[in-house]
């Protein structure tokens, strides 16, 4: 059963790490369009959309977890929103020292 938790864990975190590097990479990159931000920055947005729509599954999905019984699980998706989100507010945080 603990295998099975780290691997769900691990899992969730892969998936939940492909749209945190491209937000990093949006935010470090120092090129613009020219067009004095009159425009959505794609680079920024849709990294930020896809986040957002990944913690609102895995806030779902632990809920559906706790309401099933299964309760590891759901420990592993709601402690999996919250890496997720302390690793965004600090990209952001790091991007505004800079």
């Known amino acids: 059963m ?4 780290i691997k769900h864990l ?6 939940g790490a492909a749209p945190m590097v491209f ?5 470090f990159a120092k090129g613009q369009s020219g067009n004095n931000g009159m425009s959505l920055n794609l680079e920024k947005f849709l990294p930020v959309c896809l986040i957002l729509i ?4 895995l806030i779902i999905e632990g809920l ?11 420990l592993c998706s709601i402690s999996t929103v919250v890496i997720l989100v302390v690793v965004f507010l600090y990209i952001m945080y790091l991007e505004h020292l800079v």
Do not use: D, P
């Open 64 to 74: 559906n977890h706790f309401v099933k019984g299964r309760i590891g699980y759901g």
């Open 54 to 57: 990944y913690v609102s599954f």
């Open 2 to 5: 603990r295998k099975k938790l």
């Open 10 to 15: 691990f899992v969730r975190l892969l998936i």
């Open 23 to 27: 937000f990093a990479i949006g935010m």
